[in-house]
């Protein structure tokens, strides 16, 4: 099984500012099939993006990924206030798919 | 659009069967993979198990393997996961989401308790 750790755990920043997620792997995942979602509290996640770098549909330009093997990235060019939340990444090249623990983008 | 409505939750006893429900809209439900996918309180996401669009291939993850039962009706664009031999770990909101490897669109979930 292969095991995602994000960091930070929590990251703390302003409406405006740029957030870096990132999502290591414990192994390599196949072919990037790695995605990443948002969710607000009390709703359900949102696919942000797939294949490591797709974006998925209707998601705004200020979200990005990046990334390749073992080591993979989100970044929010300038957060909004509907972006404070919990990001999670997932990774699918291999059963079972496997989610990483969560980073929380809090207001600071 | 896209809609997916979970139903079935609700609070039940150690060692009890639930059977929840997913009805979907707004696309073609027999060409999508299927999955559910849970979210204990406080807690982050666990894949449970996927199911191909005519239901020949069938994924379980190892903690739900032997007690839940996924399953489809194509005719009535549905989902279902069949839930027996529940243990208090089981409680959590269930997802339904349409997916083969990322899920692309999900519903708002149903919360399973399971106390006694």
């Known amino acids: 099984e292969i095991v995602l750790t994000q960091s930070p755990g929590t990251l703390s920043l302003s409406p405006g500012e740029r957030a870096t997620l990132s999502c290591r792997a414990s192994?390599?995942?196949?072919?990037?099939?790695l995605a990443w979602y948002r969710q607000r509290p009390g709703q359900a996640p949102r696919r942000l993006i797939y294949g490591a770098s797709s974006r998925a549909s209707g998601i705004p330009d200020r979200f990005s990924g990046s990334g390749s093997g073992t080591d993979f990235t989100l970044t929010i060019r300038r957060l909004e206030p509907e972006d404070f939340a919990v990001y999670y990444c997932?990774?699918?090249?291999?059963?079972?798919?496997?989610f990483g623990q969560g980073t929380k983008v809090e207001i600071k | 659009q896209v809609k997916l409505v979970e139903s079935g939750g609700g609070l039940v006893k150690p060692g009890g069967s639930l059977r929840l429900s997913c009805a979907a809209s707004g696309f073609t439900f027999s060409d999508y993979y299927m999955s559910w996918i849970r979210q204990a309180p406080g807690k982050g996401l666990e894949w449970l198990s996927y199911?191909?669009?005519?239901?020949?291939?069938?994924y379980y993850s190892d903690s739900v393997k032997g007690r839940f039962t996924i399953s489809r009706d194509n005719a009535k664009n549905s989902l279902y996961l069949q839930m027996n031999s529940l243990r208090a770990e089981d409680t959590a909101v269930y997802y339904c989401a349409r997916s083969y490897g990322s899920a692309d669109s999900w519903g708002q979930g149903t919360l399973v308790s399971v106390s006694s």
């Open positions: 192994q390599s995942v196949s072919s990037n099939y």
């Open positions: 997932q990774q699918y090249g291999s059963s079972p798919w496997t």
């Open positions: 199911i191909s669009e005519s239901g020949e291939t069938i």
